[in-house]
């Protein structure tokens, strides 16, 4: 069975690349959303994100009649699922994820299902997460059969296919990436990579959905335990009075040691969040995974820590200044460089808390973001920062701080080290 239309459900960072990909290639697409304002601006011909390329292509795709955005499912024969993972508010020291909005989704496309549809869960997701959502939807459409019923006989096949794509190189890596294909069923999986294979280049690798969702998991927990490790390094040799980024160069000099660089924590949708998926299911053995994670998120508060040491220093150096007479710039707030993405973003967790903590004024400087809402500092340009601050804490080591070389303020806390 072809599929003459595509459904995508979460028109976000991921959702709204792989919406315009199947759109590009001539395929009817439906996009849903349940902000109305990513809607409207969509149907418009235009983006409510920032990703390079994505914007040409939504426009031709909306312009050609191939894409178009609702609030409402629609019938289709293929829906992908691309909708948050967040964790559930708790007191708890390792975070309960929270599959509400795959819960959500999966109950709002039930009542357009119908016999020969594919559902693929792209959310990254607990393990056993998409069979969940199969549930969900079985309880919601007792006239169709779904694969954990009948297995490869069902009405409905269901898998998951996690994305694996770098912001800022989304629409070259959905095409060009490898593509873990984890369905419930053999025959699902066939299904779905018939659907991938539409704009897919690389290899669409079967396994079951228990196998794909780990898969993920894996790859950003590895990732997580590589940039704890240079994390600590970094408190380390502060402690020890050694230039962190001339020891790590040092050390990757020998042919097997690949030190990543440390900064001021982990943020992002993805490495963030993905190893406490791990952690909650396997509190008992996930001990690595679950330090690292620890590590990173305790980095924020090392960082602040040496703002307020700037802050008394500056202060010792110009007694008859007062604290509140102290402004202090951060300088970045996406959650990586050259991204307008704040998700899980410790520069932004930094500067909010910076914010709360000093009495005097705080600055933010962030090319990529021209308005921020309700928030207890104030955007600025560089060279306002550099014109009226006192102490510079730089975070992000956008390409616009690189090219524009250390700003002429006497007190920096640099955690990328290109200061």
Same mark, same amino acid.
């Given at each position: 069975?072809?599929?003459?239309?595509?459904?995508?459900?979460?028109?976000?960072?991921?959702?709204?690349?792989?919406?315009?990909?199947?759109?590009?290639?001539?395929?009817?697409?439906?996009?849903?959303?349940?902000?109305?304002?990513?809607?409207?601006?969509?149907?418009?011909?235009?983006?409510?994100?920032?990703?390079?390329?994505?914007?040409?292509?939504?426009?031709?795709?909306?312009?050609?009649?191939?894409?178009?955005?609702?609030?409402?499912?629609?019938?289709?024969?293929?829906?992908?699922?691309?909708?948050?993972?967040?964790?559930?508010?708790?007191?708890?020291?390792?975070?309960?994820?929270?599959?509400?909005?795959?819960?959500?989704?999966?109950?709002?496309?039930?009542?357009?299902?119908?016999?020969?549809?594919?559902?693929?869960?792209?959310?990254?997701?607990?393990?056993?997460?998409?069979?969940?959502?199969?549930?969900?939807?079985?309880?919601?459409?007792?006239?169709?059969?779904?694969?954990?019923?009948?297995?490869?006989?069902?009405?409905?096949?269901?898998?998951?296919?996690?994305?694996?794509?770098?912001?800022?190189?989304?629409?070259?890596?959905?095409?060009?990436?490898?593509?873990?294909?984890?369905?419930?069923?053999?025959?699902?999986?066939?299904?779905?990579?018939?659907?991938?294979?539409?704009?897919?280049?690389?290899?669409?690798?079967?396994?079951?959905?228990?196998?794909?969702?780990?898969?993920?998991?894996?790859?950003?927990?590895?990732?997580?335990?590589?940039?704890?490790?240079?994390?600590?390094?970094?408190?380390?040799?502060?402690?020890?009075?050694?230039?962190?980024?001339?020891?790590?160069?040092?050390?990757?000099?020998?042919?097997?040691?690949?030190?990543?660089?440390?900064?001021?924590?982990?943020?992002?949708?993805?490495?963030?969040?993905?190893?406490?998926?791990? =952690? &909650? $299911?396997?509190?008992?053995?996930?001990?690595?995974?679950?330090? %690292?994670? /620890?590590?990173? +998120?305790?980095?924020?508060?090392?960082?602040?820590?040496?703002?307020?040491?700037?802050?008394?220093?500056?202060?010792?150096?110009?007694?008859?200044?007062?604290?509140?007479?102290?402004?202090?710039?951060?300088?970045?707030?996406?959650?990586?460089?050259?991204?307008?993405?704040?998700?899980?973003?410790?520069?932004?967790?930094?500067?909010?808390?910076?914010?709360?903590?000093?009495?005097?004024?705080?600055?933010?400087?962030?090319?990529?973001?021209?308005? =921020? &809402? $309700?928030?207890?500092?104030?955007?600025?340009?560089?060279?306002? %920062?550099? /014109?009226?601050? +006192?102490?510079?804490?730089?975070?992000?080591?956008?390409?616009?701080?690189?090219?524009?070389?250390?700003?002429?303020?006497?007190?920096?806390?640099?955690?990328?080290?290109?200061?």
């Amino acid at each position: 069975m072809s599929f003459n239309t595509v459904s995508v459900v979460g028109l976000g960072y991921i959702g709204l690349p792989t919406a315009a990909m199947f759109a590009s290639r001539k395929k009817n697409v439906i996009g849903v959303d349940v902000n109305q304002h990513a809607v409207d601006t969509i149907n418009r011909g235009e983006i409510h994100i920032v990703e390079p390329e994505l914007d040409m292509i939504v426009h031709a795709a909306v312009n050609e009649g191939y894409l178009k955005a609702v609030t409402q499912p629609e019938p289709a024969d293929a829906f992908l699922i691309a909708v948050p993972t967040p964790f559930k508010d708790s007191n708890s020291d390792i975070p309960e994820p929270d599959l509400s909005y795959i819960e959500a989704a999966a109950k709002a496309i039930a009542p357009v299902l119908k016999k020969g549809d594919l559902v693929i869960l792209e959310s990254t997701s607990p393990v056993g997460a998409t069979e969940q959502m199969a549930k969900w939807m079985a309880v919601a459409r007792r006239d169709l059969s779904f694969p954990q019923q009948v297995g490869i006989e069902a009405d409905i096949n269901v898998a998951h296919c996690p994305e694996r794509v770098l912001p800022g190189h989304v629409v070259r890596e959905l095409v060009e990436n490898d593509r873990v294909i984890g369905g419930m069923t053999e025959k699902c999986s066939k299904r779905a990579i018939e659907l991938y294979k539409v704009f897919v280049e690389g290899e669409c690798v079967v396994t079951n959905a228990r196998t794909a969702e780990m898969a993920k998991l894996t790859e950003n927990s590895c990732r997580d335990v590589q940039i704890a490790f240079a994390n600590e390094l970094s408190i380390i040799c502060d402690k020890l009075d050694i230039n962190v980024w001339e020891l790590i160069s040092l050390a990757n000099r020998h042919p097997r040691i690949n030190i990543l660089q440390p900064g001021p924590g982990v943020g992002g949708h993805c490495i963030a969040v993905d190893p406490w998926f791990i =952690v &909650s $299911n396997t509190p008992e053995q996930a001990k690595i995974i679950h330090t %690292a994670r /620890q590590v990173n +998120d305790g980095k924020p508060r090392w960082v602040i820590d040496k703002v307020k040491i700037a802050i008394s220093d500056f202060l010792q150096a110009n007694p008859k200044k007062r604290v509140e007479d102290v402004t202090v710039a951060c300088f970045g707030l996406a959650f990586k460089p050259d991204i307008d993405d704040l998700r899980e973003s410790p520069a932004m967790d930094i500067t909010q808390q910076i914010a709360s903590l000093h009495k005097g004024k705080v600055l933010a400087v962030e090319p990529n973001i021209h308005k =921020v &809402s $309700n928030q207890n500092f104030e955007l600025a340009t560089f060279e306002q %920062a550099q /014109q009226e601050a +006192d102490i510079a804490v730089l975070l992000v080591d956008h390409k616009e701080f690189k090219s524009s070389g250390k700003p002429a303020i006497a007190h920096v806390v640099d955690t990328k080290g290109i200061w």
